[in-house]
């Protein structure tokens, strides 16, 4: 009972809920205002437009939400008047609805803010046929007072934003602390679930994708408000949590382990890796309940356990080395020690946190020159030529767009013939769910079919006790405000609000519910089954031919962050921003493959081509930036000796495996420029120096010098870490190569 109760209480104080606060200030004032003041006739027209442009109001920044409601209220009232005057004559209607729904559609291209926008412009389409105007004066006034709507919705979401101003900030930092706590503690069960790893990987996708969503938002919100208005203690604060969170996500990443040799070295011994596991658990359960606090203002939470549990994996290392012995558990006791200070790393970034929420005034500064904080915000390109490029069929948009333009026609032609009532609920249902991947469409369709059927069950039960019409206005307002929270996180639960909003609102009209209930149920399964099917056969995107593009910029970044990992240990000091940006650069480009993969495994099981060869990319990609993190993660956090010119020898080699795979995928040849010889030379030279190292510690362990100094310690790490990481970037960026050579094939065979 105590979860649900603070579950509940999250929601309440959730951006989500203020935003459907909002919408229902929108609209109530209007209505109370003009119905005091005799002028009730125009309160539904300003209450269609607030309710129009408030799918813009997302988290970010504040310029790019107003530009955003400015262009949406513009939108909707154009496309309002085109539908309204083309209404009286069928043909000018059916152009209309297809040229609309494509064009407007096809604004997506510009990115998820612009799709909202376009979501908009169709929702306007939409609802105009629910609109009974016929005159020139009777439309433009119509038009008008939506107009004004819109701008009333803004200055509500304005006075919200004054009234709260980091509420977006601290639910963005909310979430992800959130996202980052389930993922240390997925990636934890890696170490010891050896049957269930594929699974579990497949899990980190969806998560790492969400995590890298969040960081880009705050990137945003955080770096574009301070470049514009400097910034004060809170924000100071806030700007430490999101580092600290970028922190320890590139932590994580760093510690992608090579799994085959943590079986290998410690086999049955699986029990000192408990330790390790039980800590990244009390971590990850931690940054939860920080991520909870953000929201909940409480008192933060004691770090006991924390310390307890990394004094026990610390001690797990001590127990391996005195049960197995050295030099046997040199190499176990050298992967403990890294995962260990891995550990101790990530626990100094929750402290940093803790300080941040904490209001500690000798937490760390920020100190970050605003050019520098420039390159890490990826904008947003809106030139015509965005749009023009996509006017192919190669493009996945403008195949959706000419798909989703039939399926309203065709959606609206079905409805004119049989005469079903209010048709333009077909229309509604296509627009809602209808997305560019086949999966997604058919996910929402299940989700909008039974939330619908959910919510004409309630409406039903509640018709059946009352016919209040009181009590039928008020569940159709509270019900549209809870609906709005809850459909980005649950969109099942958004329709049934919807549904039982919607149904209470025309019995207002009509006291026949039931026929309501019935026609909205018909009309949504309708709708439904147009879009999946549209989906399915007109010009389909199925996402095993789509991935190549995406393949390729990973392939491409994880090139550029293993250069900038070279230059950072040649030069830590003078490297490390460039290297950041590589980094961050990187970890987009996986997140947005990541995000393809789970399209693709969305699709239908006889569409999944090459499933298994995506999937080798996939989680190589995968490995690989998690390879060369722990290099560059090493290098920031240790004094490191000068970087060998065997390191360097096979940097090239690894850069050049992977130009090779890049090539396969570009339909040109690659050029091998170092040869296998010299790079098997300096890979022997590499794991010679660690064995230089571990052979002069067991000649002064044998002369009595058991105690182990933090140089000779951290040289022993430093050569044990290279030599393994370059060893397995070889592997990993051949592998890569063949993996790609397989995918290409496949696209030529097609």
Not at 165 to 181: I, Y
Not at 346 to 356: F, N, P, S, T, V
Not at 525 to 541: D, E, H, Q
Not at 667 to 675: A, E, Q, R, V
Request: aromatic share 10%; proline share 2%.
């Amino acid at each position: 009972m105590k979860a649900q109760l603070k579950q509940l209480e999250l929601f309440f104080k959730s951006s989500n809920f203020d935003r459907g606060i909002r919408l229902g200030v929108a609209i109530a004032v209007p209505f109370a205002v003009l119905y005091f003041l005799g002028y009730f006739k125009f309160a539904p027209a300003i209450v269609v437009g607030a309710f129009l442009n408030a799918p813009g109001d997302i988290p970010g920044s504040i310029k790019y939400k107003v530009n955003a409601i400015l262009i949406s209220i513009g939108l909707t009232m154009v496309i309002t008047a085109i539908i309204l005057f083309a209404k009286p004559l069928l043909p000018l209607l059916l152009v209309s609805l297809a040229v609309i729904s494509f064009l407007v559609s096809l604004i997506s291209v510009y990115g998820f803010r612009a799709s909202l926008v376009s979501f908009s412009g169709l929702l306007a389409m939409v609802l105009a046929f629910a609109i009974q105007k016929e005159t020139v004066t009777e439309i433009l006034v119509q038009v008008g007072l939506m107009g004004i709507g819109g701008l009333w919705y803004l200055v509500v979401s304005y006075l919200f934003q004054r009234l709260a101003p980091k509420k977006d900030q601290n639910q963005l930092l909310s979430d992800t602390l959130l996202l980052v706590g389930e993922y240390l503690k997925l990636r934890a069960k890696l170490l010891t679930k050896t049957s269930k790893r594929d699974q579990i990987l497949k899990q980190t996708f969806v998560l790492q994708n969400q995590i890298n969503e969040k960081h880009e938002t705050l990137r945003e919100t955080l770096f574009i408000e301070r470049k514009r208005s400097g910034r004060s203690r809170f924000e100071e604060k806030q700007l430490l949590i999101f580092i600290s969170s970028i922190n320890i996500f590139e932590l994580i990443e760093a510690k992608h382990l090579d799994y085959k040799m943590i079986d290998s070295i410690f086999g049955g011994r699986k029990a000192y890796l408990k330790a390790s596991k039980k800590l990244n658990k009390i971590m990850g359960n931690h940054l939860i309940r920080l991520s909870e606090l953000l929201i909940q203002n409480d008192k933060i939470p004691a770090d006991d356990k924390l310390s307890t549990a990394l004094s026990k994996s610390s001690k797990s290392i001590t127990d391996y080395i005195n049960t197995i012995k050295l030099p046997e558990a040199r190499e176990g006791a050298l992967v403990l020690k890294n995962l260990y200070d891995y550990q101790e790393q990530l626990l100094q970034e929750i402290k940093a946190i803790r300080r941040a929420m904490d209001n500690v005034k000798d937490a760390a500064k920020i100190s970050l020159k605003r050019q520098d904080s420039s390159q890490f915000l990826t904008l947003q390109e809106y030139r015509l030529n965005v749009l023009t490029q996509n006017f192919s069929f190669s493009s996945k948009m403008f195949r959706h767009s000419l798909r989703f333009a039939i399926a309203i026609v065709f959606g609206y032609a079905l409805g004119f013939i049989f005469d079903i009532q209010n048709t333009y609920w077909i229309l509604l249902t296509i627009v809602v769910i209808m997305r560019p991947n086949y999966g997604l469409t058919k996910e929402r369709s299940k989700d909008r079919i039974i939330g619908t059927l959910i919510g004409a069950v309630v409406a039903v039960a509640i018709v059946l006790i009352t016919q209040n019409e009181i009590v039928y206005g008020v569940l159709a307002f509270v019900s549209l405000i809870f609906a709005f929270s809850l459909i980005q996180n649950n969109y099942k639960s958004a329709a049934a609000l919807i549904t039982i909003s919607i149904v209470f609102v025309y019995s207002l009209i009509n006291p026949d519910a039931f026929e309501v209930i019935q026609y909205r149920v018909l009309d949504t399964i309708i709708g439904a089954t147009i879009a999946v099917v549209a989906n399915y056969a007109l010009f389909p995107s199925w996402e095993a031919n789509n991935l190549s593009h995406i393949i390729l910029n990973a392939l491409t970044k994880n090139r550029t962050y293993l250069f900038a990992a070279q230059k950072l240990y040649h030069n830590p000091t003078e490297e490390k921003l460039s290297y950041n940006v590589a980094r961050k650069e990187a970890f987009l480009a996986i997140s947005n493959l990541n995000a393809g993969f789970q399209r693709l495994t969305q699709d239908p099981k006889s569409k999944q081509k090459e499933f298994q060869v995506i999937y080798e990319i996939v989680t190589l990609n995968q490995t690989m930036i998690s390879a060369i993190a722990s290099i560059g993660n090493f290098v920031i956090n240790h004094k490191t000796t000068p970087a060998s010119e065997e390191f360097d020898v096979l940097i090239k080699k690894i850069g050049n495996t992977l130009n090779s795979a890049i090539d396969c995928l570009d339909f040109n040849k690659g050029d091998i420029k170092i040869t296998d010889h010299t790079a098997e030379k300096a890979q022997e030279t590499l794991l010679e120096k660690y064995q230089q190292l571990s052979n002069l510690r067991d000649e002064n362990i044998k002369q009595g010098h058991t105690e182990l100094d933090t140089e000779t310690l951290h040289a022993l790490q430093e050569a044990y870490l290279i030599a393994n990481q370059m060893s397995w970037l070889q592997s990993l960026s051949e592998n890569l190569k063949k993996a790609t050579l397989k995918y290409r094939s496949a696209l030529v065979e097609d």
